[in-house]
């Protein structure tokens, strides 16, 4: 059975930083490209940030791209997110994704429950 269990949210204030972390079990996590969606109410889930099965590639969200630092460590099979000078607009639901190797199409990947996220003064 596949698990995505996440770590790391909270509150903090405009400028402030969070690191959010997503331990995963279950999967062969180093054949898994692992990825950072957010959710607020009324918008559609986007990706944040993603990184490929060995770490080398990453993308991110022009949004976030400068301030959030995707990484991982496969020995821990978790994935972490590691988000600067932090916005109000930052605020949402964050969730840890999993594509594995064999994955089709993301209905074939699996999802964490989501950790919140809140910005404000």
């Known amino acids: 059975q596949v698990q995505l269990v996440e770590s790391g949210g909270g509150l903090t204030q405009p400028g402030g930083s969070l690191r959010l972390s997503c331990t995963a079990s279950?999967?062969?996590?180093?054949?898994?490209?692992m990825r950072w969606y957010r959710q607020t109410p009324g918008k559609e889930r986007e990706l944040v940030a993603r990184?490929?099965?060995?770490?080398?590639?990453?993308d991110y969200a022009d949004s976030v791209k400068g301030r959030f630092i995707i990484s991982r460590d496969n020995g821990k099979n978790t994935v972490s997110l590691q988000m600067n000078s932090l916005k109000a607009e930052d605020t949402a639901v964050y969730y840890c994704?999993?594509?594995?190797?064999?994955?089709?199409?993301?209905?074939?990947?699996?999802w964490g429950q989501g950790t919140q996220v809140t910005v404000s003064s």
């Open positions: 990184i490929t099965h060995g770490g080398v590639i990453t």
């Open positions: 994704n999993a594509l594995p190797w064999y994955a089709g199409s993301m209905d074939d990947s699996y």
């Open positions: 279950g999967l062969t996590f180093s054949t898994t490209e």
